[in-house]
């Protein structure tokens, strides 16, 4: 009889810049993982058909390492997606081509599978849960800033989903009635101050306006590839203008964490993404500092704010978890073990 630990799940991570697969064990552990570029130029077709090559390549990996083979997939996907019928609705990084994807059901069809799929920062936040900072709380939010700005609730054990599968866009909460304009066309949302491709855009348009040399030369430079990285860089060297610009960002996130904390009185505020990773302290400390004097007293004292433990595998590692929540663990996946 096979060893029932070494069962696992095959997940799917499928972001705007790359397609990753593995196999996923019971335990969290990654095995026979593979990583391609996303299509994205190719249209929707080939971004589908390049998801299922990727999975059924560690299929056949795994047969060749002869391990069991896998029962199901769980696919983590950039939103908006509707979870229920496995959709990609129509994300902004994917091209023009790919909208109103059924992914899910043409991996099942592709590859004689159960699929569940979800939002990448839901999946996410189910790999935290179960494998990551926020192991063993019942609620808690997951908050990632990156390119964007993502989030997932938490609560009584229970991720928050809405009848839409919709819920938990942390990203746009109103921080600043008259702020800049988001990507989705709103004024003020968390996403549009505190994000990489918020901060690059301010940052554009003030060297555009003049009010800094170093931030001019900075996006002649780079051209196309200026980012927050390196606003964050001129602030370091001391540019006042890109100073600004980051603590807006900060700011506006230490905003969203206090009116999150006595919205959903969560236990821990978890937080990744590049952005987050690469600031550390600069960005939690003034959220803590922000909470502990703006929340109420009461979930101000309870809530910690912590960084994210699971990095790049995170839509890997959660696959599995998205699995057994969706289709229950009596599908011959094994017992717990702890992640290695
Ligand atoms: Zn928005």
């Known amino acids: 009889m096979a060893d029932r630990s070494a069962i696992g799940v095959l997940a799917l991570d499928l972001g705007g810049t790359q397609i990753r697969a593995a196999c996923v064990r019971p335990g969290g552990q990654i095995v026979a993982a593979r990583r391609s570029r996303t299509p994205v130029a190719d249209g929707g077709e080939a971004i589908v058909s390049a998801c299922i090559a990727a999975l059924g390549g560690v299929r056949e990996d795994l047969a060749r390492l002869s391990q069991p083979p896998p029962v199901g997939v769980g696919i983590s996907a950039p939103g908006p997606v509707d979870p229920r019928r496995g959709l990609i609705l129509d994300p902004p990084n994917l091209g023009r081509t790919f909208h109103d994807i059924p992914l899910a059901a043409r991996v099942e069809e592709a590859l004689g599978l159960p699929v569940a799929l979800d939002r990448d920062t839901q999946v996410a936040a189910l790999a935290e849960g179960r494998f990551g900072a926020a192991a063993g ?40 009635l008259h702020g800049p304009q988001c990507g989705c066309g709103m004024p003020g949302h968390l996403e549009a101050i505190a994000s990489g491709s918020g901060i690059a855009r301010r940052a554009r348009e003030a060297a555009g306006r003049g009010e800094s040399g170093l931030l001019a030369d900075l996006v002649r430079e780079r051209g196309a590839a200026f980012g927050a990285r390196d606003v964050a860089g001129a602030e370091d060297a001391g540019d006042a203008v890109a100073a600004r610009i980051m603590d807006d960002g900060r700011e ?74 969706r289709f229950g663990e009596a599908d011959g996946v094994g017992a717990e073990e702890t992640r290695a």
């Open 137 to 176: 709380c019942e609620d808690f939010l997951y908050l990632t800033v990156s390119t964007g700005v993502g989030g997932a609730i938490v609560s009584g054990g229970r991720l928050l989903r809405g009848p839409d599968g919709t819920a938990g866009e942390l990203g746009h909460l109103v921080v600043d």
């Open 252 to 325: 506006a996130f230490a905003a969203a964490c206090v009116s999150l904390t006595d919205v959903f009185n969560p236990t821990l505020i978890v937080v990744g993404g590049s952005l987050a990773t690469g600031q550390g302290d600069r960005l939690l400390g003034p959220a803590r500092a922000a909470i502990e004097h703006g929340a109420f007293r009461r979930p101000a004292s309870r809530v910690t704010v912590v960084p994210a433990m699971l990095g790049d595998d995170v839509g890997l590692v959660g696959g599995i978890v998205l699995f057994r929540e």
